[in-house]
């Protein structure tokens, strides 16, 4: 591979006595270019000052000598790169990948190419090369298997683009992909102090930490190329944590997130954490509403249901409580007298939901994009669909007495859901 507008010099080797080179390039005529081998030797010099796609292609030499004509050499192929945008590389579920495990991949761009080689850096340069695929925005790409992973799959990738009828002019070199292999230590745990659910524009940090004494901790997100590294820091004794500040939120970071701990002295990283799903909300146009079924106040032991509505299009409700770590729950939208509505079963309330705590609910069209949270209502002014600041329900016990009543609400695991 050269790139554009580099210089390149070829060398011919032929045989003690040769009289003269001659250099064939497939599609030109012949000779493309000839030489004088060089004195008392028997090698000769072909040179092209500027590399550019007219001399892309694959070339052949031989020998001419007082017994007639050589036998032309095996080919050489000579690939000009930096003809147009590069395409972007990512791995599939991540870059850092369990030994034994497999990892996909993607290279993609809106430039249409026919064709993407991978290749990887190293003694022995290795490259593999695929048909696109077309995806219904548009997008081109192709999907690369890699595994079972074993420490010789580590490295540092990139891919290119290429039309059919030249597939010696390649594009600009995708940026870099490290892909890593993790070893089967302890997972650390990642979280965010914010929730699953976040708005856009609001500051997102990510911590990820483990009992284990780790020197440094990787984040990685499902699908991007980058690779989060910062030391650890020990809270105390035999603990080890790092904090990733991803700053304001949009709609870029949306996603799967995982991390991973290591030691300074070894290149294996940790087996990974459980993933992280980080939703941002107010991404999309329009309102979601929440109001309680079959009413604000509810007997012991009664069934309650949420349910979530929006007169805009979208395909997913998604459910989450205030101040809950654990992913919101989520419903396929059904059509229902114009509006899109899910229905969210929360089953019978007992008195150990008797918490004073609130419920919000986010809609999404995308699983990382969503609209901004839910105007909710109380659910004795539904005709009024009066607005309030959080939707709560009361608890009124089976007994007549006491008349008080206590508010309700749901608990960080939902632990009544059927």
Same mark, same amino acid.
């Given at each position: 591979?050269v790139s554009?507008?580099?210089?390149?010099?070829?060398?011919?080797?032929?045989?003690?006595?040769?009289?003269?080179?001659?250099?064939?390039?497939?599609?030109s005529?012949t000779?493309?270019?000839r030489?004088?081998?060089?004195?008392?030797?028997?090698k000769?010099?072909?040179?092209?000052?500027?590399?550019?796609?007219?001399?892309?292609? @694959?070339y052949? =030499?031989?020998?001419?000598?007082?017994?007639g004509?050589?036998?032309?050499?095996?080919?050489?192929?000579?690939?000009? $790169?930096g003809?147009?945008?590069?395409?972007?590389l990512?791995?599939?579920?991540?870059?850092?990948?369990?030994?034994?495990?497999?990892?996909?991949?993607?290279?993609?761009?809106?430039?249409?190419y026919?064709?993407?080689?991978? $290749?990887k850096?190293?003694?022995?340069?290795?490259?593999?090369?695929?048909?696109?695929?077309?995806?219904?925005d548009?997008?081109t790409?192709?999907l690369?298997p890699v595994?079972?992973?074993?420490?010789?799959?580590?490295?540092?990738?990139?891919?290119?683009?290429?039309f059919?009828?030249? !597939?010696?002019?390649?594009?600009? !070199?995708?940026?870099?992909?490290?892909?890593?292999v993790?070893?089967?230590?302890?997972? !650390?745990? %990642?979280?965010?102090?914010?929730?699953?659910?976040?708005a856009?524009?609001?500051?997102?940090?990510?911590?990820?930490?483990?009992?284990?004494?780790?020197?440094?901790f990787a984040?990685a997100?499902?699908?991007?190329?980058?690779?989060?590294?910062?030391?650890?820091?020990q809270?105390?004794?035999? %603990?080890?944590?790092?904090?990733?500040?991803?700053?304001?939120v949009?709609?870029?970071?949306?996603?799967?997130?995982? =991390?991973?701990?290591g030691?300074?002295?070894?290149?294996?990283?940790?087996a990974?954490?459980d993933?992280?799903?980080?939703?941002?909300?107010?991404?999309?146009?329009?309102?979601?509403?929440?109001?309680?079924?079959?009413?604000?106040?509810?007997?012991?032991?009664?069934?309650?249901t949420? %349910? =979530?509505r929006?007169?805009?299009?979208?395909?997913?409700?998604l459910?989450?409580?205030?101040?809950?770590?654990?992913?919101p729950? @989520?419903?396929?939208?059904?059509p229902?007298?114009?509006?899109?509505?899910?229905?969210?079963?929360m089953?019978?309330v007992?008195?150990?939901?008797?918490?004073p705590?609130?419920?919000?609910?986010?809609?999404?069209?995308?699983? $990382?994009?969503c609209?901004?949270?839910?105007?909710p209502?109380?659910?004795?002014s539904?005709?009024q669909?009066?607005?309030s600041?959080h939707?709560?329900?009361?608890?009124?016990?089976?007994?007549?007495?006491p008349?008080?009543?206590?508010?309700?609400?749901?608990?960080?695991?939902?632990?009544?859901?059927?």
């Amino acid at each position: 591979m050269v790139s554009w507008y580099s210089p390149v010099t070829m060398w011919c080797q032929g045989t003690l006595g040769a009289q003269e080179v001659h250099l064939d390039k497939e599609g030109s005529p012949t000779p493309w270019d000839r030489q004088t081998p060089q004195e008392a030797g028997d090698k000769a010099m072909f040179s092209i000052r500027h590399m550019t796609e007219d001399y892309a292609g @694959r070339y052949r =030499c031989y020998y001419i000598s007082p017994t007639g004509r050589s036998e032309p050499s095996d080919a050489l192929e000579l690939v000009v $790169t930096g003809a147009h945008r590069k395409p972007t590389l990512s791995a599939l579920p991540s870059p850092v990948v369990a030994s034994g495990g497999n990892v996909t991949l993607q290279c993609g761009s809106w430039h249409r190419y026919d064709r993407f080689i991978l $290749t990887k850096e190293g003694e022995h340069k290795s490259s593999w090369t695929l048909d696109t695929q077309r995806r219904p925005d548009g997008q081109t790409r192709a999907l690369f298997p890699v595994g079972p992973m074993t420490p010789s799959h580590r490295g540092t990738f990139r891919c290119y683009g290429c039309f059919r009828d030249k !597939p010696q002019v390649w594009s600009e !070199p995708s940026d870099p992909l490290e892909l890593l292999v993790s070893g089967g230590s302890g997972k !650390p745990s %990642l979280l965010t102090p914010q929730g699953p659910v976040v708005a856009s524009g609001q500051s997102l940090t990510l911590k990820c930490h483990s009992a284990i004494s780790y020197d440094r901790f990787a984040l990685a997100k499902e699908g991007a190329r980058v690779l989060r590294q910062r030391p650890a820091w020990q809270p105390q004794a035999g %603990l080890s944590q790092a904090h990733f500040p991803l700053g304001q939120v949009s709609g870029l970071h949306g996603g799967r997130y995982r =991390c991973y701990g290591g030691h300074n002295l070894s290149s294996l990283w940790s087996a990974p954490s459980d993933p992280l799903d980080i939703l941002v909300a107010g991404q999309l146009i329009g309102t979601a509403y929440i109001s309680v079924q079959p009413g604000p106040s509810v007997a012991t032991g009664h069934n309650v249901t949420l %349910l =979530c509505r929006s007169w805009s299009r979208m395909d997913t409700f998604l459910l989450s409580k205030e101040g809950a770590a654990h992913a919101p729950l @989520r419903l396929r939208s059904q059509p229902r007298a114009g509006q899109n509505q899910a229905q969210f079963f929360m089953g019978p309330v007992t008195s150990a939901h008797g918490a004073p705590t609130g419920a919000i609910a986010h809609s999404a069209g995308t699983p $990382t994009c969503c609209h901004s949270p839910v105007t909710p209502w109380n659910s004795w002014s539904q005709d009024q669909q009066t607005p309030s600041t959080h939707l709560k329900t009361t608890q009124i016990p089976r007994a007549p007495l006491p008349q008080k009543t206590t508010q309700w609400g749901t608990s960080s695991g939902w632990p009544w859901l059927p």
